[in-house]
């Protein structure tokens, strides 16, 4: 695989956008430490810059082996092109340890029967590893690249759903930007409940119109209004710990690449967000 250089952009950057196989900073630095990334014919470094004119070459399939992992997760949506996997809370989607979404459906899914299929599943976009819920994973080359265009175009939409600390407005949206870079939430309040500790707990649905690391969790803590257990962001707020960070993908909407078709893939979210507001009521 060759790409072509846009100026001054790191390696990292650049292999995320120009090789799909690439999808994460640590399949780069496993490339490179693999020797299957060159850099105008050599090796590549982890800290090289690409300059207008350099050429990138990506050795063999692109992709690190799957390692063995025999976790069942539900499959929502499948054909010969992609898969949606509802993935559990405290695994990862990708990235260099065993228990992953991509390794866990390796063992799985057979290879597509289309051309260009890939050796196994490879993730579009990724969820934190505390958030459970819907993840979309592409089984051919064309696939990946289309998808993964169609991701940072912004052309697949989202909905997620959390509990929050605090009684958030009826819907609105926080336009704030995350580490300098733009970032858009929209938000829709479904259903609050009195809490006697932390005075109201709310359910909410969650639109994210654009695609930052930990946007969601980060734009709900700044307007107050925590996500219940994101330990991360809690700082010295009290929250419920233990029980896990209560936010589920529940929803994705995106045109086929192969077929042009609309597809809408939803998934309820866990019962336990709706009782905790139940619990807290009758409590109070």
Same mark, same amino acid.
Request: proline share 7%; charged share 25%.
């Given at each position: 695989?060759?790409?072509?250089?846009?100026?001054?952009?790191?390696?990292?950057?650049?292999?995320?956008?120009?090789?799909? #196989?690439?999808?994460?900073?640590?399949?780069?630095?496993?490339? *490179?430490?693999?020797?299957?990334?060159?850099?105008?014919?050599?090796?590549?470094?982890?800290?090289?810059?690409?300059?207008?004119?350099?050429? #990138?070459?990506?050795?063999?399939?692109?992709?690190?082996?799957? $390692?063995?992992?025999?976790?069942?997760?539900?499959?929502?949506?499948?054909?010969?092109?992609?898969?949606?996997?509802?993935?559990?809370?405290?695994?990862?989607?990708?990235?260099?340890?065993?228990?992953?979404?991509?390794?866990?459906?390796?063992?799985?899914?057979?290879?597509?029967?289309?051309?260009?299929? #890939?050796?196994?599943?490879?993730?579009?976009?990724?969820?934190?590893?505390?958030? $459970?819920?819907?993840?979309?994973?592409? $089984?051919?080359?064309?696939? #990946?690249?289309?998808?993964?265009?169609?991701?940072?175009?912004?052309?697949?939409?989202?909905?997620?759903?959390?509990?929050?600390?605090?009684?958030?407005?009826?819907?609105?949206?926080?336009?704030?930007?995350?580490?300098?870079?733009?970032?858009?939430?929209?938000?829709?309040?479904?259903?609050?409940?009195?809490?006697?500790?932390?005075?109201?707990?709310?359910?909410?649905?969650? $639109?994210?119109?654009?695609?930052?690391?930990?946007?969601?969790? *980060?734009?709900?803590?700044?307007?107050?209004?925590?996500?219940?257990?994101?330990?991360?962001?809690?700082?010295?707020?009290?929250?419920?710990?233990?029980?896990?960070?209560?936010?589920?993908?529940?929803?994705?909407?995106?045109?086929?690449?192969?077929?042009?078709?609309?597809?809408?893939?939803?998934?309820?979210?866990?019962?336990?967000?709706?009782?905790?507001?139940?619990?807290?009521?009758?409590?109070?």
């Amino acid at each position: 695989m060759v790409g072509k250089a846009q100026p001054n952009t790191s390696i990292a950057s650049y292999c995320r956008r120009a090789f799909p #196989l690439l999808g994460s900073k640590t399949a780069v630095k496993k490339a *490179i430490a693999d020797g299957r990334l060159l850099h105008n014919g050599r090796p590549a470094r982890p800290d090289a810059l690409v300059r207008p004119g350099d050429r #990138l070459e990506l050795a063999g399939a692109g992709m690190p082996q799957a $390692r063995d992992f025999d976790m069942e997760l539900a499959v929502v949506y499948e054909d010969e092109h992609l898969l949606v996997v509802n993935k559990p809370a405290g695994i990862a989607v990708n990235g260099n340890r065993v228990k992953t979404v991509e390794n866990a459906v390796a063992g799985s899914i057979p290879p597509s029967s289309q051309p260009g299929a #890939l050796p196994r599943p490879v993730a579009v976009h990724r969820i934190d590893v505390p958030t $459970r819920g819907l993840v979309l994973l592409a $089984r051919t080359k064309d696939m #990946l690249i289309r998808l993964s265009k169609a991701f940072e175009q912004n052309a697949v939409k989202k909905e997620y759903v959390a509990v929050v600390h605090g009684k958030p407005p009826e819907k609105g949206v926080i336009d704030e930007p995350i580490q300098g870079k733009e970032a858009v939430t929209k938000f829709e309040t479904v259903r609050s409940a009195p809490s006697r500790v932390f005075g109201h707990l709310s359910l909410v649905r969650l $639109r994210p119109v654009t695609g930052r690391t930990h946007q969601l969790r *980060i734009h709900l803590q700044r307007q107050g209004y925590l996500i219940i257990g994101d330990k991360a962001y809690a700082g010295k707020q009290k929250t419920i710990l233990g029980k896990g960070l209560f936010l589920c993908a529940c929803r994705l909407e995106f045109e086929h690449p192969a077929t042009g078709e609309a597809v809408v893939v939803e998934i309820e979210p866990p019962r336990r967000f709706g009782k905790l507001l139940d619990r807290e009521e009758e409590r109070c």
